[in-house]
């Protein structure tokens, strides 16, 4: 019986042996030879989830250090939570509102050189130390010393990806961006926007029309005066006193000075585009303003599956899945288009007027 039973154990373990052969060699052979079949099932095995968080923090004006070594703690906390991305929010390397007040030669020695510069580097050093992808913002300039609002995507072997703002009025000496961005991330196309490029509807339609899967929107918004009803700065006093009162904080952060304003469209952007919306926006005091965060990410049915809620730095990581994209309506109308009733109405000549509120013209 014993005999009988080493003979049939010996059996097993070489047909299994066997079949991992022919299985390794089957890929080995698909890879070789091209076979698109293996390719579109090992691609759609990849595409199934992916996990990416976003985050919010307290950022310093032009304290790069500071905030970098923010970065790197946070990259650190998302990779240890799976997260294969993590999204801060628009210049959160070198802050942003303290911008307005700068000259061109301050600006310039703000703005750095990418993929050369200094903090490109320290986030391919904190990508490749956490083993994540790391989104985040700073003034960039070019060999001309041309300025732009810039946005980058950086693994550990370096730049993945870079947007120039197409929409910046912070300072008047930058340039905006001529282009759209779309980028690979584990086999997932993903597409960048920031703040104030999100603001037109055609902006977003397009990057998805190039294949956007996932598009990053960092900000810095929300807080500050305009024409709409409900909208305004919200008191400095009121963060300073958020440990003894954060009820008062949380009432102005979340109503229409806030999150109730992002509301009425950050979710129709998802959900009318078919697309996820990875959303970042920093918290506390960006130099005499304060910010609400509520970094979140939406999925394609626009609907919030995670979000930061506290007054304070914060991260939050959800999984995308591969096939909302193709079950949420927004892919079923954007099939439904029909650009030859509004191709040549939408390509109509037209001079961009940017107007910016709370901006004051001296600023």
Same mark, same amino acid.
């Given at each position: 019986?014993?005999?009988?039973?080493?003979?049939? #154990?010996?059996?097993?373990?070489? =047909?299994?042996?066997?079949?991992?052969?022919?299985?390794?060699?089957?890929?080995?052979?698909?890879? %070789?030879?091209?076979?698109?079949?293996?390719?579109?099932?090992?691609?759609?095995?990849?595409?199934?989830?992916?996990?990416?968080?976003?985050?919010?923090?307290?950022?310093?004006?032009?304290?790069?250090?500071?905030?970098?070594?923010?970065?790197?703690?946070? =990259?650190? $906390?998302?990779?240890?939570?799976?997260?294969?991305?993590?999204?801060?929010? $628009?210049?959160?390397?070198?802050?942003?509102?303290?911008?307005?007040?700068?000259?061109?030669?301050?600006?310039?020695?703000?703005?750095?050189?990418?993929?050369?510069?200094?903090?490109?580097?320290?986030?391919?050093?904190?990508?490749?130390?956490?083993?994540?992808?790391?989104?985040?913002?700073?003034?960039?300039?070019?060999?001309?010393?041309?300025? &732009?609002?810039?946005?980058?995507?950086?693994?550990?072997?370096?730049?993945? !990806?870079?947007? %120039? +703002?197409?929409?910046?009025?912070?300072?008047?000496?930058?340039?905006?961006?001529?282009? &759209?961005?779309?980028?690979?991330?584990? /086999?997932?196309?993903?597409?960048?926007?920031?703040?104030?490029?999100?603001?037109?509807?055609?902006?977003?339609?397009?990057?998805?029309?190039?294949?956007?899967?996932?598009?990053?929107?960092?900000?810095?918004?929300?807080?500050?005066?305009?024409?709409?009803?409900? =909208?305004?700065?919200?008191?400095?006093?009121?963060?300073?006193?958020?440990?003894?009162?954060?009820?008062?904080? %949380?009432?102005?952060?979340?109503?229409?000075? /806030?999150? !109730?304003?992002?509301?009425? #469209?950050?979710? =129709?952007?998802?959900?009318?585009?078919?697309?996820?919306?990875?959303?970042?926006?920093?918290?506390?005091?960006?130099?005499?303003?304060?910010?609400?965060?509520?970094?979140?990410?939406?999925?394609?049915?626009?609907?919030?599956?995670?979000?930061?809620? +506290?007054?304070?730095?914060?991260?939050?990581?959800?999984?995308?899945?591969?096939?909302?994209?193709?079950?949420?309506?927004?892919?079923?109308?954007?099939?439904?288009?029909?650009?030859?009733?509004?191709?040549?109405?939408?390509?109509?000549?037209?001079?961009?007027?940017?107007?910016?509120?709370?901006?004051?013209?001296?600023?």
């Amino acid at each position: 019986m014993l005999l009988n039973f080493l003979k049939v #154990w010996n059996f097993v373990t070489l =047909a299994g042996h066997f079949a991992e052969v022919k299985k390794q060699a089957y890929f080995r052979d698909d890879r %070789r030879y091209g076979n698109i079949a293996s390719q579109r099932r090992l691609m759609r095995v990849s595409m199934e989830s992916l996990k990416i968080s976003t985050a919010q923090f307290e950022h310093r004006s032009g304290d790069k250090a500071y905030n970098l070594d923010i970065i790197s703690r946070m =990259a650190g $906390e998302a990779a240890r939570d799976g997260a294969r991305a993590i999204a801060f929010h $628009e210049c959160s390397i070198t802050g942003y509102t303290f911008a307005r007040h700068l000259s061109k030669e301050q600006m310039l020695d703000l703005s750095e050189s990418i993929p050369d510069g200094p903090s490109v580097r320290r986030l391919q050093e904190i990508a490749s130390q956490h083993n994540i992808i790391v989104l985040a913002g700073l003034f960039e300039k070019d060999a001309s010393d041309k300025m &732009y609002k810039a946005y980058v995507a950086v693994g550990p072997q370096g730049l993945i !990806a870079r947007h %120039r +703002k197409l929409h910046p009025f912070i300072n008047p000496n930058l340039t905006p961006g001529n282009s &759209y961005t779309t980028f690979d991330l584990e /086999g997932w196309k993903c597409g960048i926007l920031i703040c104030y490029d999100n603001n037109v509807i055609e902006n977003v339609r397009a990057t998805v029309l190039l294949g956007a899967d996932i598009i990053f929107m960092p900000h810095v918004t929300m807080c500050t005066p305009s024409t709409r009803p409900g =909208a305004g700065f919200v008191d400095p006093r009121l963060w300073y006193n958020r440990e003894n009162d954060p009820t008062s904080l %949380r009432m102005e952060f979340d109503g229409l000075k /806030g999150r !109730a304003w992002l509301m009425k #469209w950050l979710p =129709a952007r998802a959900y009318d585009n078919a697309v996820y919306v990875i959303f970042s926006n920093p918290i506390g005091m960006d130099d005499d303003q304060l910010k609400n965060g509520c970094s979140m990410i939406i999925d394609p049915f626009g609907d919030i599956i995670a979000e930061c809620r +506290k007054l304070g730095d914060d991260l939050v990581t959800a999984t995308l899945f591969e096939e909302k994209l193709r079950q949420a309506g927004g892919h079923r109308y954007r099939n439904a288009r029909r650009p030859d009733l509004y191709g040549g109405i939408l390509s109509k000549p037209h001079a961009s007027e940017q107007k910016v509120v709370w901006m004051k013209p001296t600023e």
